[in-house]
């Protein structure tokens, strides 16, 4: 049995939406804001007219976003690592850094291993036969007393910052406009306005989206800006940091509650099958302190553990069998994500794929190749409030979805489900803000709530081992279900296990006498979860969204002190509503804001206080106690060290079907430690017989493919098309609003031809590159005109980290064609 979450990369809003508001400069690189999430722009809009803020766009369409912004800049898709190392080059060339804050608040003092180095697009420890790195070297120099070295005068040439200045030298503006095909003087233009921020009174936040998570090296693309931050001193501070712009209302809760192939709620791992029990998993989790007086947060992991076992298993989870750790899955591949479930379902090894709310013959890459993986299915169940595509997978639909459906042996289920309006609960916006919401009518028809739907579906399994048995039934037999109604948990219920419970007396540490919260009440906040089972929590990062309080998610109060835009009573921001993530790096070392008129919050020589909850120890001193306390360094990294497969720093690397060699390792195809499956590594393609690039994006009036049922959105924007430049249009005799047939080495599409003057060839390596839009929006189910999406074309390919696939940057070709498709 497969089921399946999306895994369109991690993160979430270091800052929050409101925050926006305080920035000086936003640059929106890999989204388009203004188009994907209106609602949010409000706040870049509020900063432009309130703070005079500027807005730079670096994309490679000039989008709805770039129409309003002060300075625009095109990039070919697939190379903003070079772009993005070629900016903190020249901050560092020109002294455009907050250097108390580097030296301070990053690693950049600390001293890296001789054996470390990088050459020609690699890294030190490269096994090109088995596609990965050996990363023994890329660690920090560990001295005598077990702490890591360090030269706070960053002399030292194996200091950090001395090998990321040798790391991006190649990184010209020369080399940025050779790659990028952006203009050198364009580029240069955004690195002045960029370098402004390296003051401490003035601030740059970064919005970006699925326009730098999906691709090959998409984890990179964003640690490039995080490092970039880092160097200007952004992160921690009042319009400052990294803001991922999540691609639906709820993704960031998704990712947040563990529904990722290898993680558990609260961003704790599955285990490994190395992993073999309790004392060894938790040994991996030991963070020992990297510099003195650090701690990282994470050594409370224990006490995160042991509350989420005893939500799931409460009594059976005892000290005595390590708190039920061998009911855990023990994985023996880094991850089940969509794409190796996928290609199990293609070679016959998956029987039964439950799909809950979520449309993947659309959202995955490679159609044909999804098609064929479903019709190996025995059973597909697909929970869903509107008809699917992927139910419906075994109709032929013509040209639309051309399968012989007699052939087809899958049986399919439909389970009607509710839509977020039919429900109460709460959803999780990018900004980590976990916001109550009501039910606003009765669901129509069959339709049920998906806690109901997944209660019968426990119910019945449940019952199935209780009367014939089966291999390890006690994960199942003894899981907690301690709901009033068994048949459906209410989504308080729900929402109260996430927070957590007192299951005996929770004591002060400071003194055993005071009982912090008594048995079998709500506890406070994750402060007060314990190692010894007295304490439950589904979601330790959730716990204080409703403690005896009362339901905090519900709060309503828009009161915004001394307009901070931190709004500390409207909802629940986890953790512990904290609103600006790191705010102790807001400070300086004597823990005074950098910026007195955006403050946040301050030392007053006892404690920490302010507008915000402070990220630090309320009575850490602030010459002390480093700001990023879930770092065993106490700083942020500016040098990853080993907790990435494709490199400490970012390295520019081309996407797997590109119009130009690396010219770092011309023979270097793709991410050198992406994982490539056998059959889809022979339908990459070659810019010989595609010669143009391809990019899917999303358009303000249909919402991914849920808006395409109604009638209203589906007249608004009624038909699927590509938008090409006018150079392109002229050299291949294509006219505007034309027929187009649009193919890659995967499948081909028949489109409406957008001819714009919004997406421009560039030159890049001295060859010319076009680029084709190509929207996602439509399909062969729904109100609007039938239409196929980008993912037909796209390769079944993923970012070396966390497997998101690669739909930003791909190889294609375009003719003109005649006639609409029959279906």
Not at 146 to 175: I, S
Request: one cysteine or more; aromatic letters at 12%.
């Amino acid at each position: 049995m497969a089921s399946l979450a999306p895994t369109f990369g991690r993160g979430a809003m270091t800052n929050s939406w409101t925050d926006i508001k305080n920035a000086d400069l936003v640059i929106v690189m890999g989204g388009n804001a203004a188009e994907a999430h209106p609602c949010g722009f409000k706040w870049v809009t509020e900063a432009k007219a309130h703070r005079g803020a500027r807005l730079i766009v670096v994309d490679p369409r000039y989008t709805r976003t770039a129409a309003v912004s002060d300075y625009y800049a095109p990039i070919r898709p697939g190379s903003d690592i070079a772009f993005l190392m070629g900016l903190i080059r020249w901050m560092i060339e020109n002294d455009k850094v907050q250097w108390e804050y580097v030296k301070n608040f990053t690693n950049a003092a600390l001293l890296v291993k001789d054996e470390f180095g990088w050459a020609d697009g690699l890294f030190s420890g490269y096994d090109e036969e088995k596609r990965d790195y050996d990363k023994s070297s890329w660690d920090y120099k560990i001295g005598a007393d077990g702490f890591a070295e360090v030269d706070m005068t960053l002399q030292d040439p194996r200091c950090v910052w001395n090998l990321l200045k040798a790391h991006v030298d190649v990184y010209t503006p020369e080399f940025v406009e050779r790659v990028c095909g952006t203009p050198k003087e364009k580029f240069l233009k955004i690195a002045e306005m960029i370098g402004e921020c390296s003051s401490p009174t003035k601030t740059m936040t970064s919005m970006y989206a699925l326009g730098w998570t999906q691709h090959s090296k998409g984890a990179q693309n964003i640690r490039g800006m995080a490092m970039l931050q880092l160097v200007l001193g952004n992160i921690g501070v009042r319009g400052g940091g990294m803001n991922a712009l999540r691609g639906h209302s709820n993704i960031q809760g998704l990712t947040d509650i563990g529904l990722m192939s290898n993680l558990i709620p609260g961003y704790m791992s599955i285990p490994t099958e190395k992993e073999v029990d309790w004392a060894t998993y938790m040994s991996s989790k030991a963070y020992k302190p990297l510099r003195p007086n650090q701690t990282s947060y994470w050594q409370n992991y224990p006490k995160f553990m042991v509350s989420f076992m005893k939500a799931m298993w409460g009594d059976a989870a005892t000290a005595e069998n390590n708190w039920a750790y061998d009911y855990l899955p023990k994985l023996d591949v880094p991850t089940y994500d969509v794409l190796r479930m996928f290609e199990l379902m293609k070679e016959d090894r998956v029987n039964l794929y439950f799909c809950q709310g979520f449309n993947p013959l659309l959202a995955f890459p490679n159609r044909a190749k999804l098609t064929e993986a479903l019709s190996k299915l025995k059973l597909l169940v697909v929970m869903d409030p509107l008809a699917t595509e992927t139910a419906a997978f075994w109709q032929n639909h013509g040209e639309y979805n051309d399968v012989d459906s007699a052939a087809i042996q899958t049986e399919v289920l439909e389970l009607p489900s509710t839509c977020f309006a039919e429900d109460d609960g709460a959803l999780v916006n990018s900004g980590r803000w976990l916001q109550w919401h009501w039910a606003g009518v009765t669901p129509p028809g069959e339709a049920k709530h998906d806690a109901w739907i997944m209660a019968q579906i426990f119910l019945r399994v449940r019952e199935l081992y209780r009367s014939e048995g089966g291999v390890l039934p006690e994960p199942i037999l003894n899981l907690t279900w301690d709901y009033a109604d068994e048949n459906e948990p209410s989504p308080e219920e729900l929402a109260k296990e996430l927070n957590g419970r007192a299951l005996a007396d929770v004591l002060d540490p400071a003194d055993p006498t005071k009982v912090l919260t008594a048995s079998g009440k709500q506890l406070l906040n994750f402060s007060q979860l314990r190692d010894d089972g007295s304490t439950m929590s589904a979601c330790w990062i959730y716990s204080g969204c409703w403690n005896e309080d009362g339901n905090n998610m519900a709060r309503r109060d828009n009161a915004d002190p001394d307009e901070t835009g931190m709004f500390s009573n409207w909802a629940f921001s986890w953790p512990l509503n904290r609103r600006i993530l790191y705010n102790r790096a807001s400070a300086d070392m004597q823990g005074k804001p950098w910026d007195p008129e955006r403050k946040i919050i301050e030392w007053d020589g006892a404690k920490w206080s302010g507008y915000d909850v402070p990220d630090i120890g309320v009575t850490a001193k602030p010459d002390e106690v480093g700001p990023f306390i879930m770092n065993a360094e106490g700083t942020s990294r500016l040098f990853s060290r080993a907790m990435m497969r494709d490199g400490p720093f970012p390295t520019h690397m081309e996407p797997f079907e590109t119009p130009v060699a690396n010219v770092l390792n011309p023979a270097m195809r793709g991410n050198p430690v992406s994982r490539v499956f056998v059959d889809d590594a022979a339908q990459f393609a070659t810019s010989d017989e595609f010669p143009f690039v391809g990019t899917s994006y999303r358009l303000t009036e249909h919402f991914h493919y849920w808006t395409k049922h109604n009638p209203v959105n589906a007249v608004l924007q009624p038909e699927f098309f590509v938008e090409l430049s006018e150079e392109l249009a002229s050299e291949k005799g294509i006219q505007n609003g034309g027929w187009v047939r649009v193919w890659s080495k995967r499948g081909e599409v028949k489109a409406k031809a957008v001819v714009t003057k919004r997406i421009r060839p560039l030159q890049c390596d001295g060859k010319t590159v076009h680029i084709v839009g190509i929207p996602l929006h439509w399909g062969f189910i729904g109100a609007a005109k039938k239409g196929w999406g980008p993912n037909t074309l796209t390769p079944f390919v993923g970012d070396a980290n966390v497997e998101t696939p690669e739909f930003k940057a791909f190889l294609i070709n375009i003719e003109p064609a005649t006639g609409e498709a029959v279906s």
